[in-house]
């Protein structure tokens, strides 16, 4: 089992829509938890950060996360084409992410 | 703005060479990283360190070798590149252990 999981893809979901991205963990003292944003030929980048059960929203994205199921997901509202991209799970105690999920929006 | 740089975007090495990759951030931050992305294998880290010559192995530390004998340079070397390291290379860095990372724009290597 990898240490961390990410839902396979591709996803693909149309303009407007809501995408969801899940991640799994195996590691229970897990303290933080980071959703990255990869573009294409780019290097990824800071989208969200969570540490506490529940939800954290920053504008039109949301993550949650359940440490007792050890998952955390990453809600887009009202998606876009601009959020095409692969996106990152990465459970910091050890600097793991997972393998990403590539998200296309199309119009 | 925090800022990495990495010595290079693209780099052409042939088997054998020794390789070295320079990563430097402006942050003064603590810790440094060195991961490889491949397609289908997402970002496995390489190396890390917490502090000026103290370095840790990540999951994939065989054939590389690291150096960081400054705060805000972290070395990645490759002592005798084989075709299997032909990679992304990205480095990272965070003020602490539970923070995020910043990323650097990554070196595509190429061993042939």
């Known amino acids: 089992q990898k240490e961390v999981e990410q839902n396979s893809g591709p996803l693909s979901v149309p303009e407007g829509a809501i995408a969801s991205l899940n991640c799994t963990y195996s590691?229970?003292?897990?303290?933080?938890f980071f959703w990255y944003r990869q573009y294409s030929g780019k290097s990824p980048e800071l989208i969200m950060s969570?540490?506490?059960?529940g939800d954290k929203e920053d504008g039109r994205f949301t993550a949650q996360l359940n440490k007792a199921s050890q998952y955390v997901s990453l809600l887009i509202r009202d998606s876009q084409p601009s959020d095409s991209a692969t996106y990152l799970c990465?459970?910091?105690?050890?600097?793991?992410f997972g393998d990403g999920t590539t998200l296309t929006v199309k119009p | 703005d925090v800022k990495v740089t990495q010595s290079s975007r693209y780099l052409v090495k042939r088997t054998g060479e020794k390789v070295f990759l320079e990563c430097v951030q402006d942050?003064?931050?603590?810790?440094m990283f060195w991961y490889r992305q491949d397609p289908g294998l997402g970002l496995r880290l390489i190396y890390f360190?917490?502090?000026?010559?103290?370095?840790e192995k990540g999951d994939i530390p065989e054939g590389y070798s690291v150096s960081r004998e400054k705060k805000e340079r972290f070395s990645l070397i490759l002592e005798s590149a084989s075709t299997n390291q032909t990679s992304m290379y990205l480095c990272?860095?965070?003020?602490?252990?539970?923070?995020?990372?910043?990323f650097g724009p990554g070196t595509r290597l190429t061993v042939l």
């Open positions: 990465a459970v910091k105690s050890k600097s793991t």
């Open positions: 942050m003064d931050h603590e810790n």
């Open positions: 360190s917490y502090d000026v010559k103290m370095k």
């Open positions: 969570i540490y506490s059960n």
């Open positions: 590691d229970r003292v897990s303290q933080s």
């Open positions: 990272a860095s965070t003020l602490g252990q539970g923070n995020e990372q910043f």
